[in-house]
């Protein structure tokens, strides 16, 4: 079974600036999808950004990136140029592939506060 | 993209009676849906997988006859939450396409 490690509940960073958000994972898997998202106070799941396991080249979504260590098992997110609206819970999601690839299972979750 | 439509937003029910909550595909087909639940501070957690056609896949430690689960259609999977306890209150959110949720039901039993 696929694990996912968040290690930080909570972080805060000042309006602007840069935070990055950590995620582990653990499979014997080779092909396989990454997610982090964006749950704000709505709750709704908003998805911030995909990565496929095949694809080297690290994902990036305007002012979210992130970095894909495949040997290292590791699917980080930075957010540059924060903003109040970051203000959420962020998940890790992965994926495996196949017909029944589309069972996600979720890290803990990293609160993120971003201060004026 | 995908479109997973969820309703209703919010319930409030009482001990012992029964709630429906409807996930809706609206601009495709989904021939499997997912039903995740997600407790106050904490992630969210795989409940069932609802099959078109067939019966639902649940996760272990979920209760199949609490939690009733029909995919009657392409477009539709429901959850149904039997002889509801005030233990059950919690938030549960549906996905379908891949990786796109539902808005999420916030269930409160009294």
């Known amino acids: 079974a696929q694990t996912v490690t968040q290690s930080q509940p909570e972080m805060s960073v000042q309006e602007a600036e840069t935070v990055t958000l950590s995620c582990t994972y653990d499979t014997s898997e080779n092909n396989y999808y990454l997610f982090w998202y964006k749950q704000p106070p709505s709750r709704q799941m908003i998805l911030v950004i995909r990565q496929e396991a095949y694809k080297q080249q690290n994902a990036t979504e305007n002012r979210f990136s992130v970095n894909f260590q495949k040997a290292a098992k590791s699917f980080s997110l930075k957010i540059s140029d924060s903003q109040l609206g970051d203000t959420a819970m962020y998940f890790c999601?992965?994926?495996?592939?196949?017909?029944?690839?589309?069972?996600?299972?979720f890290g803990g979750g990293t609160r993120v506060l971003v201060k004026p | 993209g995908a479109v997973v439509s969820q309703h209703p937003s919010w319930v409030i029910c009482k001990s012992g009676t029964s709630v429906k909550i409807e996930c809706r595909s609206l601009?495709?087909?989904?021939?499997?849906m997912f039903w995740y639940r997600q407790f106050p501070k904490q992630s969210l957690m795989l409940m069932a997988t609802s099959n078109e056609g067939s019966k639902a896949t649940y996760e272990q430690g979920v209760e199949k006859d609490k939690f009733l689960i029909n995919h009657a259609s392409l477009t539709l999977s429901t959850l149904t939450v039997t002889s509801a306890h005030p233990e059950d209150s919690s938030f549960y959110i549906c996905s379908g396409g891949g990786y796109t949720f539902g808005s999420g039901t916030r269930l409160t039993v009294v």
């Open positions: 999601a992965f994926m495996p592939p196949g017909a029944a690839g589309n069972k996600l299972t």
């Open positions: 601009d495709f087909q989904a021939t499997t």
